[in-house]
């Protein structure tokens, strides 16, 4: 079946770094998604890509889809505490509707 | 508030009991999506429903089983419960099969 993968697992920051998350799918994906879910909180949608090198800006935040629709990448620019939480893909398959998240990147930002 | 309603938002029962986890999807929503999330661990994908009928299933135990009813809510049943059984259950819902999920509170599931 569709898996998805996700990494690095952690990773910790100072404050105003970058950082970086990566995301692979075995197959082919429809879209993919991301969200962020915050310590305690529930995962909150964040973007939707769907076109073939796509690449969509919010604020401080850069989401790319790759050009064979099977990986996904989140940047964050100068990182600040509200950025705690951890980062899931979830990828969309071409054949059905499911839903596969990946493993989720938890994000520690240290002031 | 994403709209989605799970209850009860905490659950504690004793192994070999049987429980059932309830969601409301947002309003117009027609797909109902389950999640498993242990301790620090990723969203492990159960079933999906649309409108009433299965739509997509992962890789949800046979103790488990959910269904969708008319008004579009939706129940988690998981029976024979074990101590790994112990997690997070989210529910969570789209417009159509296809769009952003919005995710409910979860419901912590607690088997002693």
């Known amino acids: 079946g569709q898996q998805v993968m996700q990494i690095p697992q952690y990773q910790h920051v100072q404050e105003g770094e970058d950082f970086t998350t990566y995301c692979n799918s075995s197959t082919t994906l429809s879209n993919i998604q991301w969200y962020k879910q915050r310590p305690g909180g529930h995962p909150v949608f964040l973007i939707q890509l769907v076109k073939s090198g796509e690449v969509k800006k919010q604020k401080r935040l850069t989401f790319q889809f790759g050009e064979a629709k099977k990986n996904s990448s989140l940047h964050i620019t100068a990182t600040q505490t509200t950025d705690v939480g951890t980062y899931f893909c979830?990828?969309?398959?071409?054949?059905?509707?499911?839903?596969?998240f990946g493993e989720g990147t938890q994000l520690t930002v240290n002031p | 508030d994403s709209g989605v309603t799970q209850t009860p938002k905490h659950l504690i029962t004793a192994t070999g009991q049987r429980v059932t986890l309830r969601c409301s999807p947002r309003?117009?929503?027609?797909?109902v999506y389950w999640y498993q999330q242990s301790l620090d661990q990723g969203l492990q994908f159960l079933i999906q429903?649309?409108?009433?009928?299965?739509?997509a299933k992962g890789n949800i135990l046979e103790r488990f089983s959910a269904q969708q009813f008319p008004d579009l809510h939706s129940e988690l049943n998981l029976s024979s419960l074990e101590l790994g059984d112990s997690a997070l259950y989210f529910c969570a819902s789209s417009v159509e099969s296809r769009g952003e999920a919005f995710f409910g509170q979860g419901t912590r599931l607690t088997v002693v």
């Open positions: 309003s117009g929503d027609l797909s």
């Open positions: 429903y649309y409108n009433g009928e299965e739509r």
């Open positions: 979830a990828g969309r398959e071409t054949s059905g509707s499911r839903l596969t």
